[in-house]
């Protein structure tokens, strides 16, 4: 087998695997549906009716739009606080001995036991919603973050001092670029704890958009339009993810020319 031959099986591959494995999803899902009695799980088909509704009504573009913009609200906040704070702890020894046994502390309590104090501080309404979806997001961003400016090599920075670089070029010429994976990897996670945070604060908090059709549908047994939603939190968080993992082979394209 030639050379051509395996380039164009491994770009097949690549290309269809993960079509054909949501496709197998889809109709086991199906499947599934139809054994079962229709209060107990829906199928892909009447899910999808379901969702057709809700579009044709405008009721779902509204709800998805408001809910987007909540989760880049708190997630942006999160980035902002968390990635200089981590880069912070990563590198300094004395701010993390200092920071560690708060933020362990801290990082040990569930954020749905903050939710007394966010509705004291915030109200029940969108600053809230935003708040806890910083809370989910939050720590997870900073100890990724941390861990990954803490494992730079230190011969990286030996070059850089012995070319007399200054501090402002060691930090921009080495320390980010070889924190960038990590940095990454902790906006990913970061994104996928935002549209937890987003779903969670909109059924604890006050209902609303997503959250209240979720607990609508619920209410009547709806399991058609509990999947619904189900199925668009988890389209969002994939559509999202891609995007970020677009972004990340853009910026990190030296990784993917040296594979």
């Not at 200089?84 to 920071?99: E, K, M, Q, V």
């Not at 720590?139 to 670089?165: C, K, W």
């Not at 604890?204 to 189900?230: H, M, N, Q």
Request: glycine share 6%.
């Amino acid at each position: 087998m030639n050379s051509r031959v395996k380039r164009f099986i491994g770009q097949a591959q690549r290309n269809w695997l993960p079509w054909v494995s949501i496709m197998l999803g889809l109709a086991l899902w199906e499947i599934v549906g139809r054994l079962l009695p229709r209060i107990l799980f829906a199928p892909f088909s009447a899910t999808i009716a379901e969702l057709f509704s809700g579009f044709t009504s405008f009721d779902l573009p509204i709800a998805i739009a408001a809910s987007v913009l909540e989760t880049l609200a708190g997630f942006a906040l999160a980035t902002l606080v968390a990635l200089p704070l981590g880069f912070l702890l990563g590198r300094n020894r004395t701010c993390s001995r200092i920071a560690d046994p708060l933020l362990v502390a801290l990082y040990a309590i569930p954020p749905v036991a903050l939710i007394p104090f966010l509705i004291i501080w915030f109200g029940l309404f969108i600053e809230s919603r935003i708040a806890l979806i910083f809370v989910m997001t939050f720590f997870e961003m900073l100890v990724i973050t941390a861990g990954g400016a803490r494992s730079i090599e230190p011969r990286l920075l030996d070059v850089g001092r012995s070319f007399n670089a200054s501090f402002n070029q060691r930090f921009c010429k080495v320390l980010l670029p070889a924190s960038l994976p990590f940095l990454f990897t902790a906006l990913r996670v970061g994104l996928v704890r935002a549209i937890a945070g987003m779903i969670t604060s909109q059924l604890l908090l006050s209902p609303e958009y997503l959250g209240t059709r979720l607990l609508d549908s619920a209410s009547k047994f709806d399991t058609a339009g509990v999947l619904a939603v189900i199925t668009i939190v988890a389209l969002l968080g994939l559509a999202m993810q891609t995007l970020l993992v677009r972004i990340e082979k853009r910026v990190l394209h030296w990784e993917r020319d040296l594979s």
